[in-house]
């Protein structure tokens, strides 16, 4: 890695899983951290089958992960903080960012930045709760600027500043901005300025050149969170190297997540679909090829897939 500052993958839901991981870290070189997809409390036991496969240390060998929950019941996350911690886990971190409508109107991801009040006093329950238990879990907040309006962040900030948080990771956009317009780096400035909690920039980073601007202009910026950019290219941050040895490292790379989703017994149709939705961001990598990504595309069955995918790979 050729970059100072600290890079982190950052959660995506069905993107993001162990697999991804191992194969990203194998053959680019570990990252600082890998952040799971969000998990969530469950009534009855605390993790669904997929979930623990995430989280299981013998699937995230060698690898920072810090696992993501998605809630705003602060009792379930003082359960999964102690879950996780048998698990061997001392950091997770809050999603308050997830713009989804089916997320948001129940109050939870970005939906939960819309009742400042009663995330405060979320967050008091969570480290209250953490303290009186004598536990030595960490907590981060990944957040979004607001819901309507970036002037909302301030308030936001006031609050996350009465806690102790682990790091205060800002993707500088709000709710109803999805994933348009551009992030607002204001937002991150203000970030920077006032955060109690180091601050660690995401959002919109899809190249080296970007990654390096960035770096440019915000020489403090020490921790950046990087996702559709890596996805795109998993060796954004690994040390400059020959288009051979590129081409080389992909196809290796693509080939140690193929064979790992194809051992999750899915069915090759849910291994072709998540192969199919990671060429969604990988094609940018093979300008002029649009020939083959309408290939990789129309593929029918994983056969098919592994056809067209040699077309591009070599
Ligand atoms: C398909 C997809 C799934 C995502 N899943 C999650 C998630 O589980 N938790 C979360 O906090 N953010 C999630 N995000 C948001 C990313 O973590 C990140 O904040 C966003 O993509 C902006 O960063 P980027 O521009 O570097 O991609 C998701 C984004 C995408 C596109």
């Known amino acids: 890695m050729n970059f100072q500052t600290k890079i982190y993958l950052a959660p995506m839901e069905g993107i993001t899983t162990y697999v991804y991981r191992n194969a990203q870290a194998a053959v680019y070189g570990r990252l600082d951290k890998y952040f799971t997809p969000f998990l969530e409390p469950h009534e009855k036991r605390s993790f669904k089958k997929r979930e623990l496969q995430e989280i299981l240390p013998e699937n995230n060998r060698g690898l920072y992960v810090v696992p993501q929950i998605l809630t705003n019941r602060a009792e379930g996350f003082l359960e999964l903080a102690e879950s996780l911690r048998n698990y061997g886990y001392r950091e997770m971190n809050l999603n308050l960012g997830c713009p989804s409508r089916t997320v948001v109107s129940k109050g939870k991801g970005a939906g939960f930045l819309a009742f400042p009040e009663e995330l405060n006093r979320f967050l008091d329950t969570v480290f ?13 907040v990944k957040t979004r600027a607001g819901m309507e309006s970036p002037e909302e962040f301030l308030r ?57 601007d960035f770096c440019a202009e915000f020489p403090e910026a020490d921790r950046i969170m990087l996702g559709r950019g890596v996805i795109r290219d998993p060796g ?31 069915g090759d149709r849910n291994v072709l679909f998540k192969m199919k939705e990671l060429w969604f961001y990988q094609i940018r990598q093979f300008e002029g090829a649009e020939k083959l990504a309408k290939r990789i595309k129309k593929a029918q069955t994983l056969a098919e897939y592994e056809v067209a995918v040699s077309g591009l790979l070599g």
């Not at 209250?128 to 981060?140: C, F, I, K, T, Y």
């Not at 190297?241 to 080389?248: D, G, L, S």
């Open 128 to 140: 209250s709760g953490l303290a009186a238990a004598a536990s030595d879990m960490r907590v981060s």
């Open 156 to 212: 936001l900030l006031e609050i996350f500043n009465q806690y102790p948080l682990e790091e205060l990771i800002v993707h500088p956009r709000v709710q109803k901005d999805y994933y348009n317009n551009r992030p607002n780096l204001a937002v991150y400035r203000l970030a920077q300025q006032k955060s109690r909690a180091p601050v660690c920039y995401n959002g919109d980073l899809f190249t080296r050149k970007d990654l390096e």
């Open 236 to 266: 954004i941050a690994a040390d400059r190297m020959t288009e051979e040895e590129a081409a080389e490292r992909f196809r290796r790379f693509h080939g140690m997540v193929l064979e790992g989703y194809k051992g999750w017994n899915m």
